[in-house]
């Protein structure tokens, strides 16, 4: 069989401040009732003012090494998606690195905002691939509040902050075969990765965007977004994307045992479900506590999966997301 990148560990970590819908409509115009409706979310994680992008992941990180019953030493990559750094350079990967006592092996961050986890997953699972890295941090991880436009009621009611971390291990790989040479039906049973599918379209750009940055403003910026085009893009893209890894690996999307989605939208989450035949009760969602926390918001959903019961080795489980890029993307994975 050809290298299979599985999951031996999930963590995650949740900033202990949580801001309710209620106080939040004590400083804009806006109610509870309204945000519950229109998106599901009922309240949100914040991060403390000394709690930086790199304290979040390095908590995720580290649940998930415990979990995997690893140390940092047994690490040899470290992939952060974040569109909040620490620093605008080095990459918070560096700092994670660093924190966590890891030495061996590369560490960098990918920017596809909410998309910013499956672009790192299937970049891992590439590394782990080729042969060179053998076990990888792929790590989501968000300060988004600070982002934020607090008197902007159509994006400010939307976003929390948080961290998830897996841990990815390479195994098998002795066949001799090249990863083309073995088809889908082979190895679709083992535990791992089994198809990713990751699309951009720049020309959305202007639909979900921050309007600052080092060589424009030099600021940081605000969250600017066209929610309502945005929304329709979301159900399109996103059922093409788990179409499309669905049939990569010739599994029906109806044979997956379960929906982990990113949290953006209660309501875009049912228009797959329903788009795609699916039903509610595959759906794993966290966006009623945790709000849309960006790249963070997979493995967050994954762990909570995990901790009641849902999610089980050897079940198929299903990712999705789309953020500013546009970008979208869809994993299809073995637990
Ligand atoms: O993770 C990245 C990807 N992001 C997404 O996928 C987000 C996609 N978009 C959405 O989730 C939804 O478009 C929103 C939740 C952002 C907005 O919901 P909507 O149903 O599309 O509302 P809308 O933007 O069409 O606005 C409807 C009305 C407007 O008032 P008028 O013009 O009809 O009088 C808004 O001003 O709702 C108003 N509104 C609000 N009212 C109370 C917008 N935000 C709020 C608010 N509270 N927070």
Redesign the pocket.
């Known amino acids: 069989m050809t290298i299979k990148s599985v999951v031996i560990g999930c963590g995650t970590y949740l900033p202990e401040r949580i801001l309710t819908n209620k106080e939040i409509s004590t400083f804009v115009?806006?109610?509870d009732e309204?945000?519950q409706e229109?998106?599901g979310i009922k309240e949100r994680h914040v991060a403390a003012d000394d709690e930086k992008t790199s304290d979040l992941a390095v908590k995720a990180a580290q649940a998930a090494l415990n979990d995997a019953g690893l140390k940092a030493d047994d690490i040899d990559l470290i992939i952060v998606a974040t569109t909040t750094p620490d620093l605008t350079f080095p990459a918070t990967a560096a700092i994670v690195q660093a924190k966590l006592g890891v030495s061996e092996g590369a560490a960098f961050d990918i920017q596809a905002?909410?998309s910013g986890f499956i672009f790192a997953l299937s970049t891992a699972e590439k590394f782990l691939a080729s042969g060179q890295h053998k076990r990888a941090l792929v790590i989501g991880a968000e300060t988004f509040t600070r982002l934020l436009d607090w008197n902007d009621?159509?994006t400010c009611?939307?976003f929390g902050d948080g961290a998830g971390a897996f841990v990815l291990e390479a195994q098998g790989g002795n066949s001799g075969q090249s990863r083309n040479q073995t088809s889908n039906q082979a190895t679709n049973h083992h535990r791992g990765i089994i198809e990713t599918y990751l699309r951009t379209d720049g020309r959305m750009v202007d639909l979900?965007y921050v309007d600052g940055g080092v060589s424009s403003t030099k600021t940081t910026g605000h969250v600017k977004?066209q929610?309502?085009k945005?929304?329709r893009e979301?159900v399109t893209r996103i059922s093409e994307a788990m179409v499309t890894v669905c049939e990569k690996a010739n599994i029906p999307v109806t044979d997956i045992d379960w929906f982990v989605p990113?949290q953006?939208?209660e309501?875009?989450i049912l228009g797959v479900v329903k788009k795609l035949s699916l039903r509610t009760e595959q759906v794993v969602s966290t966006i009623a506590h945790q709000g849309?926390t960006?790249a963070a918001s997979i493995p967050l959903a994954y762990r909570a999966g995990l901790d009641d019961g849902r999610i089980k080795p050897g079940d198929l489980v299903l990712l999705e997301a789309?953020?500013?890029g546009l970008t979208w993307a869809a994993a299809l994975l073995r637990a």
Do not use: P
């Open positions: 115009d806006t109610s309204w945000i229109r998106t905002v909410c009621r159509a009611v939307l979900l977004m929610g309502n945005v929304f979301a990113h953006a939208n309501r875009i849309n960006s789309l953020g500013g």
